[in-house]
Nanobody
Framework: VQLQASGGGLVQAGGSLRLSCAVS????????MGWYRQAPGQQRELVAS???????NYAGSVKGRFTISRDRAVSTTYLQMFSLKPEDTGVYYC??????????????WGQGTQVTVSS
């Protein structure tokens, strides 16, 4: 199983970005999916998550500005980010809880994509 994250970049404050995370490999079922970020010198924190049923959860700092979604047909999760702020800067990682076989279930991480918001 592999997760491939993309869509990061440099944007001015107030701008928008859309991150994507595609899952590939042997997949029986994808359970929860989520996006985390890590700023320099700080711990990785949860930004948003979405259940297999489509229920989304957001960190307070991004609520109302970010939207997480998922497309089952292409095993991909998205993070649409609006009204970006300099404090949103960091490396964004996707994570997915995946059953690859009936007896095998684990969390998998993507490689991270850099988001830089300039003031």
């Amino acid at each position: 199983v592999q997760l491939q994250a993309s869509g990061g970049g440099l944007v001015q404050a107030g701008g928008s970005l859309r991150l994507s995370c595609a899952v590939s490999g042997t997949i029986l079922r994808i359970h929860d999916m989520g996006w985390y970020r890590q700023a320099p010198g700080q711990q990785r924190e949860l930004v948003a998550s979405i259940t297999s049923g489509g229920t989304a959860n957001y960190a307070g700092s991004v609520k109302g500005r970010f939207t997480i979604s998922r497309d089952r047909a292409v095993s991909t999760t998205y993070l649409q980010m609006f009204s970006l702020k300099p404090e949103d800067t960091g490396v964004y990682y996707c994570k997915a809880d995946i059953s690859s076989h009936p007896w095998a279930r684990a969390d998998y991480w993507g490689q991270g994509t850099q988001v830089t918001v300039s003031s």
